[in-house]
Each structure stands twice: as C-alpha cells, then as structure tokens.
C-alpha cells in the first residue's frame, strides 16, 4: 500500500513540474498545460473549435464521451475542472487543485467560455474511474441568438471526421437553485438534444450547480415543466447529479472548515455517482447525427472568415446567419420526413388490429398471405407474408434468421418491422409482424414454418432500403432431428423455387448474450445452416445476440470462437456481431431500465443495417448447387444402400444354389436332394404422413430413385435426381417418363422356399442356355462377379459425390455426409483402394475434429438418418 502511495505522489509531483502556478491557495492552484489542436484550422490564438489533451491514450482501454450544454453562469467551466480533478484522484488533504481550462479575468456578466474545446485526460484509469475521460464544453451564451450560435457550433463541430465517434452523456447543467427556465435555456436545451434524436434521451441528464447537497426540487421541476427530453429515474424525476462550486475557495473562507468539507463531499458525491451511471450507460454512435452535421454544414471557407473576424459578437451574427437557411432546410426535411412516417403510421394502424392497450398499444400486422408450397394456409410449411408493395426501383434487403428454439427470433423479426417503419420510443406503438400461438411450455418452438416477412414502402424512415427476413422455425426442439430435416428441405425449396429467394445479403446465427458455450443441438443447428452455403457466403454470416445489456458479449463470442463457426470476423477476429435486448413492449415512460433495452436494441439496429447496406448479395446458384448436389448424393446413398442389401441378398442366393450343387456334384448318392433358399424379391407399399411424403420410383427398374426428401418436385421430370432428363439414380439410368411420385415405395424382402437341387440345375440350364453343372456354376461365379461390380461401380459413384460437395461447399465435411463416412471407408477397403480410403479417413478425422459436438448429438438422439 505504502509502495502504491509512493508512485501516486511520484506522479503527482511530476504533473505539478509539469504545470504553472496560478495561485498560492490553500489549496494551490496549478494551470496544466495540454497538448493543444485546432480542429477546424484557424490559426493559433483564434480558436474556435480545439481539443487540448492531457497523457497519451491507450487504444486497449475504455474511453468515456461527455458533452456540456448549459447558459453562462451555471458552472461548466468549474465543473469540467471538478471532473478532471477527480479522475486524476484529488483529495482534499491534497491541498492542490488543477485547472485545465483558461478563465481570464471577465465580468460575471460575459460569457466564461467562447470557443467550443474537447478536453481528454488520459492516463489515470484505475485512480477513481475505469476509463479515460473525454470532456466536450460547448460555449456559454445569453441571448437566444447565442444559443443558435451554440447550435450551430455543435453542427461544425460533429461534421469532421475522426474527432468525436461516440457520446456517452449529455450534460444539461444548470444551478441547483432554479425554479424555472428561461426561454434562452429552453432553447438551447431542446436544439441540442434534437440534434441526437430519440435514442439520445436515456443518456441525457441533469448535472446540477451551486448545490447545498439537499434536494434540487426547484431545478427538477423546472426541467419537468420545461419538458425537456432527459433519462428519468425509478420516481419519474431527471436523473441528475449535485455538485458544489467551491472547491477553489482562498483561504479567507477556507476557514470555515465545515461548510468547506461538505462543499466539496457534495462535488465529490456528485461525481462519484455521475461516473458511476457513465461506467454502465449504453454510449451513443453519432454516425447518424454526422450526418446530419454535415447536411447542414457552411463552407469552410465563410466559417473561416466568421472565425477570423476579431469582434466575437460579429462572428456570431455571421455565423448565425450562415447556419439559419442551411438548418431551415434541415429543419423542414426533418419536419416532411416525420409527417410522412406519421401518416404512414397511422395507415397501418388502421389496417391493423389492436393486441394489448400498452403502454404502448400493441398492433398484429395484418399481411398479404402466399403459400408456396401449394397448400392451404393451415398446412402450408412454406409461406410469404408481405406489408406494402414492392418498388423494382429501390433496393432490398434479405435477411436468413437461424437459431435454436428461445433464442429470440420472433422478438428480434419484430424489432427490426418496427425499426425499418421508423417507430419511435415517444411513439407509443409496436407492431407484431408474426404470429406467435399461445404454448404452454417455453421449450416448444413458437415458429413451425418456414415464414418470409417483406416490409416495403418504408425506404428512407430509417434505411435506405425494403427489408426481406427469412424465419426458419427453432432447430433442436421437442420435436426432435426429423422436424430439423424438414427445415432444412424447406430452406432448400424456397431458394429454388421461382416465386422464392434467389439471393440472400446475410445470415444472422441468433444466440443469447449469457451463451458461453454452443451446447451440442446449437453446434448441430449452425453447422447444418452453415453447410447449405458455398464459400462465398462466409462474409456475409453474423451473430445477432439477444438478451444483450449493452455490454460487451465476450461469453459469446468466446462460444462462437471455440466452436471454430464459419462466419465473417472484425479488425479482432472476432465474429462480427450485433447486440439485441429482448425485453417485452410492455413499459411505463419512468422505467429507465425499459429505455435503457430499448436503446440497446436501437443501436444494435443501427449498426446492423449499417452492415447490411454495405454487404454484397450473394445469389444463390452456388448455394442451389451445393444443396442439389446433396439431394443428388443423399438420393444417390438411400438408392443405393436399398440396391446393395438386394444385392446382397443375391448374392447370398447364388452362393446357396452354387452350394447346393457343388455338394450334389461330389457325391450324388449321398447329397441332399433338397436345400431351402433365401428368395429376394421386391413389394409395393403405402406411405404415410404428410401428402407431400411421396417417393419418385423406377417402373422399369423397380427401385426408389428419390426417398425421402422430394418435396419440391410436382412430377418426376422435375425432380433433382434427373439431370438432362435422365435419372441419375436408378440401376438403368432410365429417362423419367419411366418414373412415377406417388404415396409408395419399394421395400426389398426374402422368403425361404424349399428347392430341388435338380429342378435348380435345369432352371440354371434353361436360363443361362448352359450345358452341364460346370456351365451352370461358371455362370454362378460370373453372376457374383457382376454383382460385386455394380456394387464397386455405386460406390465409386457415391466417393465422387461427397468429394465434389467438400470442394464447393462453406463447410465440407457437414454432418449428414460425415453419417456416410464409415460406410464408404469399408467399401473402399473391400476394392482395396488405399489412396481414398486414407481420403476418406482424413476427411473423417477432420470431421470428428470439427463437428464432434455436432456428432454427438446427432448420434445421441438416435435418430439421425439422411435428409
């Protein structure tokens, strides 16, 4: 502790050297020295827009962004100096004071600051505060043309590049001692918060001046009856922070050590709590307020003139009546914007039923309805539901949501509906896009279709552009691994279908915050997703992450990381990713906690479609061809797994005939005349389930070319296993006029029949048009021969499939061709093929490496089987 004490005095000391004695005290006062930076280029001494920097930052370590507003007098010099006094960690024992601020010596009567100044203090994280400081004091004006000066100010200065990215805070200050506003306070107040639009407010407070350390009820209901848009409290009050302004006091009134402790315990109080809310508020991108900025800037040139002039009374007027016309303009864009959304707003409104009186009043959207898949709308497991009409001219947006059951993706659908229609938290609504049924058990997937939500007619409310959301239903449910295969199918027929989606501009892999590892169902959801992609789509796979309080989601992303999931990543290598807070519309206006989810939410919807707007559309012929070539491989195995058990039964035929006479021919006399035989033969049977539960079947060879999984195909011709009209799966290759889909299929069965050894020479004789039991087992052998060549031929078919698949596809080695492995291993061992069987192994090995959660859960459940 001793040794900690030490370096802190050290520190100090050097900072004193480092700095110039204004007064002798107590306590003494210093005038540091920063380094200084004209931001808009005026010349030395002429500043108007600067940033003065105390230390060196460190770009590993939190920063923290406070801007100040209020009318001259109130104390935002003092207080800018009673902040860095503190992060530097003064105590009064210290005896010392630091300024970093120039104050001349000016009547009361004058404004104390005329130039706007960006302050940072770095360096002294970990002596009060966590982070770095950075301070934005904004000019202090009387008259009302002063405050649009003020305006303006904010404008110019929000308009360079590189300066101020973020705000945590917004500090409107005012004494303690207010019973009510002025209209010049009103004013400059209301401008200034209007210039960060509504997701500002839960991040603008009141920091109040000249406090006795009891209650500001004068200065808080003056802010309330002014209405001026601040964070409120758990009682509907500011939220606001106390703080006195006599820290500096000489040594006449020092005496009075009483009044002077709780002066400055009132400050130090105040500051505590005021970088206790900056530590856990969610700061604000100001993206969107730069541009603004910059809609309304004035040509450097003229500011440069305004600057330049000598008389500060004349350079506000000018600057004043530069800034007016390009804010009017402004101004009335904003006004037409928000007429327009408004009377869009309650166009829908009208055209929608209301849910729940809120607050707020909670509407079901009521959509254009389509089925794609041919039924009606209660069967229909693949449907588009569509707000508004579609302009060709403007751009759209498509989003893939993939996610396990309660993650969050009806919510999140909903939130972005109402983001792109501009809804507001003042707003008072919400709308619900899906239709979520009542359940009785949170474990069941609320989604069973695979649902396209289009939202047109909103372009330029917030974005730019119609959004297009693809809802799949939860992977991984109650319903077990046989209703994700249907997911997976119906992915596969909307993407391929005319009226479907044709290209996709990202997939968003939704997971909750406190996630801090992939359980084996959510490893098996994103690896399935992931793998209906080819390698192009990587860049455009980002994790949505719900349940966020604003901070930083490392669990998660430690998740997503160690479980090696394809996705595109930031300047870190983490996954690109996006925060969501899933609270319920439900709300009261004084609930903090509500605005603060709700800003959460809102920034996490400004930077995801700020991605969105710059991701490429990836269309999906690659992907339709990865997802053909796994229906031609899946059809492929199932056909021919069904043709080597036939075979096998053949084969096991032919050896107990080519037994039976091989014993008859060593000894006649003593032979059995009789053997009983394994008989294979084919039979028709029904199926069952859903009327699109329907095999393509062969007429001509008697096999099932395509079982299970056709669900797209209406006819035969149609069907992914026929390429240039022929059938890729069946022995024959048969054109598919030779094919039929109907609710049947073939299953190969055996029956035992007792022969006669004889009557089975002389059916071989008649058959094979042989001569004598030698011919007759000679054709035997050949027989066996070609079975085992039609069962080499299959697998080498089947080799060439998954090895195409791992070269086009994001993730080669997917689990459903993984299932497949050993089985092909073996076969390729009884060719006696080395150099594939070490392929397939290796391939294998980097499977079970990959996707051994994935593996274990599929195995786990028992259920697995081919799409």
């Known amino acids: 502790m001793a040794c900690k004490k030490s370096e802190e005095s050290l520190k100090l000391q050097d900072i004193i050297s480092k700095s110039s004695l204004i007064q002798e005290g107590p306590p003494k006062r210093y005038q540091l020295l920063p380094k200084k930076q004209n931001i808009d280029g005026t010349s030395k001494g002429e500043f108007k827009l600067r940033r003065w920097t105390m230390g060196e930052k460190d770009p590993n370590k939190v920063n923290r962004t406070v801007l100040l507003v209020g009318d001259t007098g109130a104390g935002k010099t003092t207080m800018v100096n009673a902040m860095v006094n503190y992060v530097m960690g003064i105590e009064m024992e210290d005896n010392i004071w630091f300024e970093i601020t120039e104050q001349g010596k000016i009547g009361v009567s004058q404004c104390q600051t005329t130039e706007m100044t960006v302050y940072d203090i770095f360096g002294f994280e970990n002596k009060q505060v966590p982070y770095s400081l950075t301070i934005i004091d904004t000019s202090g004006q009387e008259d009302a043309k002063g405050s649009q000066g003020i305006i303006a100010q904010i404008h110019h200065f929000l308009s360079f590049q590189n300066v101020i990215d973020q705000i945590d805070a917004v500090g409107l200050v005012l004494k303690a001692t207010e019973n009510r506003l002025s209209k010049r306070q009103i004013f400059m107040f209301e401008k200034v918060i209007s210039l960060f639009g509504g997701n500002m407010q839960s991040n603008i407070v009141a920091l109040l001046t000249h406090s006795d350390g009891g209650p500001a009820t004068n200065a808080l209901e003056a802010l309330k009856k002014a209405d001026i848009k601040c964070a409120k409290d758990d009682e509907n009050q500011p939220v606001h922070f106390l703080f006195n302004n006599c820290q500096t006091v000489t040594t006449s009134i020092r005496r009075h050590k009483k009044a002077s402790m709780l002066a400055w315990e009132t400050s130090m109080e105040g500051l505590e709590k005021f970088t206790d809310f900056l530590r856990q508020v969610k700061h604000q991108e100001l993206l969107g307020v730069k541009m603004t900025a910059q809609s309304v800037q004035i040509p450097k040139s ?122 507001e938290w003042e707003d008072e609504v919400w709308f619900q896009f899906t239709k979520e049924g009542e359940r009785s058990k949170t474990s069941q997937s609320t989604t069973s279709e695979v649902t396209v939500y289009e939202i047109f007619g909103f372009e330029e409310c917030r974005v730019s552009y119609s959004l297009t959301i693809i809802d799949s239903p939860g992977f991984g449910d109650t319903k077990g691994i046989q209703e994700d295969k249907t997911v997976i199918r119906k992915l596969h027929d909307l993407f391929r279908c005319e009226d479907g989606i044709h290209e996709v501009d990202a997939v968003g892999l939704v997971l909750q915050a406190g996630t801090n590892r992939l359980s084996d169902r959510q490893k098996y959801i994103f690896d399935v997703i992931v793998s209906l992609f080819g390698k192009d789509m990587k860049d455009n796979i980002v994790a949505l992450i719900t349940h966020s309080d604003g901070a930083r989601a490392s669990d998660a992303l430690q998740a997503l990381n160690d479980a090696m999931i394809q996705c595109a990543k930031d300047t870190e290598n983490n996954p690109v990713h996006f925060l969501f807070n899933n609270r319920k519309e439900i709300r009261h206006d004084q609930d903090i906690s509500l605005m603060l ?16 707007s710059k991701a490429q559309p990836q269309k999906l012929k690659m992907t339709v061809d990865v997802l053909n070539k796994r229906v031609q491989l899946q059809a492929c195995v199932n056909n021919f797994k069904e043709r080597i058990k036939m075979i096998e039964l053949k084969q096991r035929q032919s050896r107990q005939i080519k037994e039976a006479i091989e014993q008859y021919n060593a000894d006649a006399k003593n032979a059995i005349t009789e053997k009983e035989i394994d008989e294979p033969y084919k039979v028709k049977v029904p199926l069952h389930g859903w009327w699109d539960n329907k095999a393509v079947t062969c007429n001509v060879c008697e096999e099932n070319c395509h079982y299970p999984g056709c669900t797209l195909a209406w006819r035969p011709r149609y069907c992914e296993v026929m390429v240039n009209e022929i059938c890729m799966s069946c022995t024959n290759k048969c054109h598919y006029s030779k094919h039929v889909k109907e609710k049947y299929k073939y299953v190969f069965k055996t029956k035992k029949v007792i022969k006669e050894v004889v ?50 596809a994001l993730k080669g080695n997917t689990l459903c061709t993984y299932i497949h492995l050993d089985f092909l291993i073996d076969r390729m061992e009884e060719k006696r093929d080395t150099a594939k069987v070490q392929k397939l192994q290796e391939m294998k090995k980097k499977a079970e490496e990959e996707q051994n959660v994935g593996i274990d859960y599929i195995q786990g459940k028992g259920e697995y089987e081919p799409l």
């Open 302 to 423: 003229l500011w440069s003139k305004i600057f330049g002039d000598k008389s500060e009374d004349a350079s506000f007027k000018a600057m004043i009546l530069a800034a007016q016309p390009w804010m009017a303009v402004n101004r009335y864009k904003c006004e037409r914007r928000s007429e327009k959304k408004t009377a869009k707003l309650k166009d829908i409104i009208s055209k929608s039923q209301l849910i729940n009186a809120g607050p707020p009043k909670r509407y079901q959207l009521v959509p254009q309805k389509q089925c794609l898949d041919g039924r009606s709308e209660e069967e229909s497991k693949l449907r588009r539901w569509t707000i508004g009409e579609k302009d060709p001219k403007k751009a759209n947006k498509i989003i893939l949501l993939v996610g396990e059951t309660g993650t969050g993706k009806s919510t999140l659908i909903n939130t972005m509906v109402n983001y792109v229609m501009g809804v």
């Open 759 to 808: 009557d089975l020479i002389k059916k071989r004789e008649f058959e094979k048009k042989a001569s004598g039991q030698k011919q007759v087992l000679a054709g035997l052998q050949k027989e066996l021969d070609v079975f085992e060549k039609d069962k080499s031929e299959l697998v080498e078919e089947t080799y060439q499939c998954v090895v195409k698949l791992e070269e086009i």
């Open 597 to 612: 989810a709700w800003n959460t939410t809102m920034q996490g919807m400004v930077n995801f479609t700020k991605f969105l």
